[in-house]
């Protein structure tokens, strides 16, 4: 048996340790049952290039090693949702590095300018997702002429 000498100072915890601790258990992971599957199946944020012109939003997204049709989109109301699955990484393989995305990914853009839906066009070419939407008739800006009035 060996004899540990007590130290009172190495059983205390500082207050902020015990404040993470406390969050930590309250607020950040509840319950620890079932987090790591909530882990695995939860869907990354697709980065995006957006961009506006007078006629339409350009809204860009890279994403290689996607087919075009494994894409969904789908504009509804002000909402546009981008979202699809990257094929997972090799497995029986020990990686050096693990760096590129893999999994169910999901974009929900809100618009805020009201667009024609149905006129929305979608390219994929090298890798990167152009969507054109155009805006609707009633924003684009018009040109109003001035009359004079004849007496």
Do not use: C
């Amino acid at each position: 048996m060996r004899v540990v000498r007590w130290n009172p100072s190495r059983d205390f915890v500082s207050l902020r340790e015990a404040m993470d601790r406390l969050f930590e258990n309250s607020w950040i992971r509840p319950d620890r049952a079932g987090w790591e599957e909530r882990e695995r199946t939860r869907a990354w944020q697709l980065p995006v290039d957006a961009y506006s012109t007078e006629e339409e939003i350009v809204i860009q997204a890279a994403i290689p090693g996607m087919a075009p049709e494994d894409v969904e989109i789908t504009i509804e109301g002000d909402s546009l949702t981008i979202r699809g699955e990257l094929p997972g990484h090799l497995e029986n393989v020990n990686y050096l590095f693990q760096e590129r995305p893999s999994g169910k990914f999901i974009r929900v853009l809100s618009l805020n300018i009201p667009v024609d839906a149905g006129s929305a066009e979608a390219n994929f070419s090298n890798g990167l997702l152009t969507l054109n939407i155009p805006k609707s008739e009633a924003i684009k800006p018009r040109q109003i002429k001035v009359k004079t009035q004849q007496e």
